[in-house]
Every structure is written in structure tokens, then in C-alpha cells.
T-cell receptor, first 110, second 113 residues
Framework: GIQVEQSPPDLILQEGANSTLRCNFSDSVNNLQWFHQNPWGQLINLFYIPSGTKQNGRLSATTVATERYSLLYISSSQTTDSGVYFCAVEREAGSYQLTFGKGTKLSVIP | KAGVTQTPRYLIKTRGQQVTLSCSPI?????VSWYQQTPGQGLQFLFEYFSETQRNKGNFPGRFSGRQFSNSRSEMNVSTLELGDSALYLC????????????FGQGTRLTVV
């Protein structure tokens, strides 16, 4: 099956700093999503981005499908950005299943 | 509009018992998927339902089963619970066509003692 690797596994930032999280995948994909898991366990949708670039406030994401990677940028980080960020891909149309990376645990300290 | 609703939020069961978890998708969504999250294995796909039919299944033993009703609500059942079944179970809903965005519920945290 498809492999999804996220880096770094852990990241500690000072409040106000910027960061880049990376997601590499081993094969072409039909769907790619970024999620933030809150302390209560819910996965919050950040981006649905199988290709291209999107921005939402302080967050932006870029997926380069031909090179099989996606990047999540967090600017001017806040303590509320802390948590685990997951990248998930759907290998092909009709598989109806997301394969998740192991996540990046982000800690933003004041 | 309302999001994905999972019940119950927390559950404690004894080894050997069975458990049923429920998921109500976003209105208009016809696909429901289930995932198990554990510290050791991460997030793993259990199965997906669309229009009451299972379209895909992950690599889990037959003790894990599910179903979907005509109103798109879904249940998953785990029989003969084992300690290793302790996990966060997450349900996702989507429109149902491949390549569509998935939205997750808050999860059910199951503890098996």
C-alpha cells in the first residue's frame, strides 16, 4: 500500500515563529488532506489539497503531486496551534480510504 | 449545519464483551468511514459504507463489523473485546465520490479492562 511519511515528528516553537511541516507520499494520490487533532481527539480539517496551493489565515499548504509531497506552513504561531498535525491521502479514486502519516506533534511555547 | 456526531464519547468495557458505536454523518453525506487510532499503530482504516453497502475494508479481524442504515447513520460493532481494542474510534463522513473531502466526528474513546 501507499506510504505516507511526515516530518519532523516533533517540533517545539516559540510563539510568533514560523514553521513548515512536510508530508511525503510514495505513489500518486487522488486526495490529500491536512488535519489538526485537538486535545480531545477530534480531527479538524485544515486543507483539502490534492494539488496546488491554498491559504487560510496564518496557515497555507502546497501540494506538488508530481513530486509526491505536500507542505503545511504555519506563520506567527500561537499556543493554540499546539497539537498533532496529520497528513492523509486517498491512493486512488474508488478506494474510499484515507492513509494517514504518523503526524507531527507541534508544541508552541509562550 | 451539524457536523459528524459520534456516540457515546467514552466507554469502558470488560474483556470478552461486545460494544456498538454510532455515527451520524453530516446531512447529505452518504459515505461513512471508520478509523481506529492507537498510540502504537496510529490511525488505521477499518471500513467504509455508502448507501448501506460496504465498499472497502481494512485489515482488521472479523470481530470488527459495521453497517449503515437508510438514513446514512452507521454503527460499528466489536465482539469479544480484547485489551488491544482500547483506542479512539473515529468516524468520517463525505459525499461519497472518490476524492471528496472527509469530515471527522469527535470520536469514541473505548477502554477495555
Amino acid at each position: 500500500g501507499i506510504q505516507v511519511e511526515q516530518s519532523p515528528p516533533d517540533l517545539i516553537l516559540q510563539e510568533g515563529a514560523n514553521s513548515t511541516l512536510r508530508c511525503n507520499f510514495s505513489d500518486s494520490v487522488n486526495n490529500l488532506q491536512w488535519f489538526h487533532q485537538n486535545p480531545w481527539g477530534q480531527l479538524i480539517n485544515l486543507f483539502y489539497i490534492p494539488s496546488g496551493t491554498k491559504q487560510n489565515g496564518r496557515l497555507s499548504a502546497t501540494t506538488v503531486a508530481t513530486e509526491r509531497y505536500s507542505l503545511l506552513y504555519i506563520s506567527s504561531s500561537q499556543t493554540t496551534d499546539s497539537g498533532v498535525y496529520f497528513c492523509a491521502v486517498e491512493r486512488e479514486a474508488g478506494s474510499y480510504q484515507l492513509t494517514f502519516g504518523k503526524g507531527t506533534k507541534l508544541s508552541v511555547i509562550p | 449545519k451539524a457536523g459528524v456526531t459520534q456516540t457515546p464519547r467514552y466507554l469502558i468495557k470488560t474483556r470478552g464483551q461486545q460494544v456498538t458505536l454510532s455515527c451520524s454523518p453530516i446531512s447529505g453525506h452518504r459515505s461513512v468511514s471508520w478509523y481506529q487510532q492507537t498510540p502504537g499503530q496510529g490511525l488505521q482504516f477499518l471500513f467504509e459504507y455508502f448507501s448501506e453497502t460496504q465498499r472497502n475494508k481494512g485489515n482488521f479481524p472479523g470481530r470488527f463489523s459495521g453497517r449503515q442504515f437508510s438514513n446514512s447513520r452507521s454503527e460499528m460493532n466489536v465482539s469479544t473485546l480484547e485489551l488491544g481494542d482500547s483506542a479512539l474510534y473515529l468516524c468520517a463522513s463525505s459525499m461519497g465520490s472518490g476524492g471528496t473531502e472527509a469530515f471527522f466526528g469527535q470520536g469514541t474513546r473505548l477502554t477495555v479492562v
